[in-house]
C-alpha cells in the first residue's frame, strides 16, 4: 500500500499535478503546490462542489471573505484558546510529535532506544502574523485556520443584502492555515490548504434533522462523483474526539492506503456557539428575525467542511488502477483535468493533420473544459499518456476520415473505438462527458 502512495506521488510530479513547493531549495514540510494538471482538477473538484451547493438549490449563497481579520474573531471563535494539538517532545533530539500519533511515536522511540518524553502541552496551531508597519504584539494577527469565521462575521451583512430566508446557506471556498505539529501523507495532512466550507443556519429543533440531511447529502456527492462505494463511509464521532464549537460531528471516512479508513470531510452541528461567541463579543448581536412568526432568535448551523487537497489525494488513490498494459486514472469525466484529446493518426500527413487540427479548433470552442491535440510518437503512446492522466475520451483522425467524415471515438474505460460522424462529434462527446455527472 505504501507501494501505492509512492507511484501516485511519482505520477502526480511526473505529470504535472502537485509539485513539493521550494523544491529546488530542499522543499518546506508540508507546503505543496499545484501543477497544470492539478489546477484542473482541483477547479474541477470546486466546481462540482459549488454547483451541488449553490447552483443547485434556492437556499445556499456564496461568500469569499478576507484570510485575515480582526484579532478579536479568534478570540470570540475559541481558535485562540482552543484551537490546539497536544504535544510532546523526545528529550534526546527535541523532535516534536502530536501525542494522540502513537504509532509516529513509537516509530520514534525504536529509533532512539526508548527515549523519555516531556509532558504533553497544548500546541496552537494558528498562524501568527503582524498587520501594518509594526511588528509588536498590538498588531500581532492571525491567518485564518477555516474559512467559517468569516461566513458567521459576515451573517448579518448576507441577511440584509440578500433575500434569505431561514433554513439557508453561505458556501465559501478558500485557503486556510494551521501550523500543524507534523505533517505527511502528501496532500493529507498540510500546512496551507483550500477549503471548501458550507455553513447552513436552521431554527433551533430542527438541527438535528438537517445534520442528519447534510450526512446523506454529502455521502451522495462522493458516490455521485465515482469513489468506489466500499472506500468510504462515514461514522459518527465520541463526545470526547469533537471540536469545541461542536454538538455533534461525523466525519465522512475513505479508505487511505497509509492508515485505512479515516477523516476525509467534517459534518459538524456547531449549535448557536459562533453566532452567539460573536454577539457576546463584539456587543452585536447577531440573530435572526422570523417575520412570519414574529419571534427573534440565533439560528443553529450545521457545517460540512472539507479540504480541496485531501479530496484530490482520494479521488486520486480511488481512480487510480494498473492494468496489463497501462495506468490509468478512472476519474469521473467531470473531474478530468483533459476532457478530449484528438489525433492525427499520422502527423506528417497533411490532410490528415489539417483535419485534425479542424477538429480541435472546433471541439475547443464547444467542450467546456480542456481539450487538447497530440500527433507525437505513436497512437499506442499517445494512449498510454492520456489514460494516465484520465482523458475520458481520444478522437482519431484517420484516411477514413478523409474519406467517410467519420472519426474513431476511444472510450478510456472500456478502450473501446466507435466510429462517429464528425458533424455529430460535439453532441456525442458533450452527452458523454457532463450526462453523466448526475447519473
Ligand atoms: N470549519 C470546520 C473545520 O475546520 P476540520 O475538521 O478541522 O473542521 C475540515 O477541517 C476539513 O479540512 C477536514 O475534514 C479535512 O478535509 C481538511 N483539513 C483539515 N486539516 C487539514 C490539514 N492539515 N491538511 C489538509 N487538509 C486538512
Redesign the pocket.
Known amino acids: 500500500m505504501e507501494n501505492l502512495m509512492s507511484k501516485i506521488v511519482s505520477l502526480a510530479k511526473r505529470r504535472g499535478f502537485v509539485y513539493q513547493n521550494s523544491e529546488i531549495y530542499g522543499g518546506i514540510n508540508?507546503v505543496w503546490d499545484l501543477g497544470p494538471l492539478g489546477t484542473l482538477l482541483a477547479n474541477n473538484l470546486k466546481q462540482e462542489w459549488w454547483r451541488s451547493m449553490v447552483f443547485k438549490r434556492d437556499d445556499v449563497v456564496g461568500l469569499d471573505s478576507s484570510i485575515l481579520s480582526h484579532p478579536r474573531v479568534w478570540e470570540a471563535s475559541g481558535h485562540l484558546k482552543s484551537f490546539t494539538d497536544p504535544l510532546i517532545e523526545c528529550k534526546i533530539c527535541h523532535g516534536r510529535f502530536r501525542a494522540d500519533h502513537k504509532k509516529e511515536i513509537e516509530e520514534h522511540a525504536k529509533t532512539h532506544k526508548e527515549p523519555s518524553f516531556t509532558d504533553v502541552k497544548q500546541f496552537n496551531l494558528m498562524f501568527k502574523t503582524f498587520m501594518g508597519p509594526l511588528d509588536n504584539e498590538e498588531h500581532k494577527t492571525y491567518l485564518r485556520?477555516?474559512?467559517?469565521q468569516g461566513i458567521f462575521i459576515n451573517f448579518e451583512n448576507v441577511i440584509s443584502s440578500t433575500r434569505v430566508k431561514i433554513p439557508f446557506g453561505i458556501a465559501q471556498i478558500g485557503k486556510?492555515f494551521?501550523n500543524?505539529i507534523t505533517?505527511g501523507n502528501f496532500?493529507?495532512?498540510?500546512?496551507e490548504?483550500e477549503?471548501m466550507?458550507l455553513e447552513f443556519f436552521v431554527k433551533p429543533g430542527t438541527d438535528r434533522d438537517w445534520y442528519e440531511y447534510w450526512k446523506k447529502e454529502r455521502l451522495k456527492w462522493y458516490l455521485n462523483l465515482g469513489i468506489k462505494k466500499e472506500n468510504i463511509r462515514i461514522e459518527e464521532l465520541p463526545k470526547e474526539d469533537v471540536?469545541h464549537y461542536s454538538r455533534g460531528?461525523s466525519?465522512i471516512w475513505y479508505n487511505w492506503p497509509f492508515m485505512g479508513f479515516g477523516?476525509?470531510?467534517?459534518i459538524?452541528n456547531r449549535g448557536d456557539y459562533d453566532l452567539s461567541q460573536h454577539s457576546k463579543f463584539s456587543g452585536h448581536e447577531l440573530a435572526y428575525f422570523d417575520e412570519e412568526e414574529n419571534t427573534r432568535f440565533t439560528p443553529y448551523v450545521i457545517?460540512p467542511?472539507?479540504?480541496v487537497?485531501?479530496?484530490i489525494l482520494a479521488f486520486l488513490i480511488d481512480a487510480y488502477k494498473e492494468e496489463e498494459k497501462r495506468v490509468v486514472l478512472k476519474l469521473h469525466p467531470g473531474l478530468s483535468p483533459v476532457k478530449v484529446a484528438v489525433f492525427p493518426l499520422l502527423s506528417n500527413k497533411l490532410p490528415l493533420a489539417k483535419l485534425a487540427k479542424d477538429i480541435y479548433d472546433n471541439l475547443k470552442k464547444q467542450i467546456n473544459g480542456v481539450v487538447s491535440y497530440d500527433d507525437r510518437g505513436n497512437i499506442g503512446k499517445r494512449y498510454f499518456s492520456q489514460d494516465e492522466i484520465g482523458t475520458p475520451f481520444c478522437v482519431t483522425v484517420d484516411f477514413q476520415s478523409l474519406k467517410d467524415k467519420t472519426v474513431t471515438v476511444r472510450d478510456r474505460d472500456s478502450m473501446k473505438q466507435e466510429r462517429i460522424k464528425i458533424k455529430d462529434l460535439n453532441i456525442y462527446l458533450q452527452n458523454n462527458l457532463e450526462g453523466k455527472i448526475d447519473a
Open positions: 508540508g485556520p477555516e474559512t467559517a486556510g494551521r500543524e505533517t496532500l493529507f495532512r498540510v500546512r490548504f477549503m466550507e471540536a460531528t466525519e477523516e476525509l470531510e467534517g459538524a457545517e467542511s472539507v479540504g487537497g485531501r479530496l
